[in-house]
């Protein structure tokens, strides 16, 4: 386990805060012993919270030739026919993950292949479970390929308390299965594009982890 490099500035900064509010509230501390307990309880939680939220656990890719895995920690709120307008502009199988507060943020390449496609577009932040979020939210979109057929979009969605979408590839780069893309900082969401005739091998309301879970099989 540690701590990504995107959180740490906000680690310090958010933790000097509650220190410091902790300190003025020192100064002025309840005479009931009780409100005392909410308030410092209040601070704690927040800061552990905070810490946890950029935890990168150490795990072993789970590869699978053939397989797509899951680039993101989370729920699984949808998988159905959808038009992918952006890269391919025909029908796919999207498989929609719904990424809480509790989740691990940092996300996968969900195969081996070349990045050809990477657009970051601007928007709102609508929550993330709803399904106009995939356009009008802030969001990432990344295109692998291992082949002519082993292609997968998957896009990386901000959602209504996430504000900024961190991605690390470049188009042309060599990709590993599993390898971190980057992260989606405060509860999110992550759609994958996948062939019509992939072989889905997850349901609506399975718990799904990155680097582990099959989504599909070519």
């Known amino acids: 386990m540690k701590l990504h490099q995107a959180g740490r500035a906000i680690i310090i900064v958010s933790l000097s805060a509650i220190i410091l509010a902790s300190v003025c509230y020192g100064f002025f501390i309840a005479n009931l012993w009780w409100v005392n307990v909410i308030f410092f309880s209040i601070m704690i939680l927040l800061g552990v919270l905070i810490v946890r939220f950029f935890r990168v656990p150490y795990r072993i890719v789970n590869r699978v030739d053939g397989g797509v895995l899951s680039p993101a920690d989370g ?18 199988i999207r498989v929609s993950i719904f990424m809480s ?14 990045i050809e496609y990477i657009a970051y577009h601007p928007g709102r932040y609508m929550l993330a479970k709803l399904p106009k979020s995939s356009i009008d939210n802030e969001h990432n979109s990344i295109v692998v390929a291992k082949d002519e057929h082993e292609k997968v979009l998957f896009r990386q969605i901000a959602g209504f308390i996430a504000r900024r979408i ?12 599993g390898d971190e893309v980057g992260m989606i900082k405060f509860g999110s969401r992550v759609d994958v594009f996948l062939p019509l005739d992939a072989q889905i091998a997850v349901q609506k309301g399975d718990k799904v982890v990155s680097k582990k879970t099959v989504l599909a099989y070519f």
């Open 75 to 92: 729920t699984i709120v949808s998988i159905g026919p959808a038009f992918e307008y952006e890269y391919f502009k025909d029908e796919r």
């Open 101 to 114: 507060i509790n989740n691990v943020h940092v996300n996968s390449y969900p195969i081996d292949g070349k």
């Open 166 to 177: 961190i991605s690390y590839p470049e188009v042309g780069d060599e990709v590993k299965q």
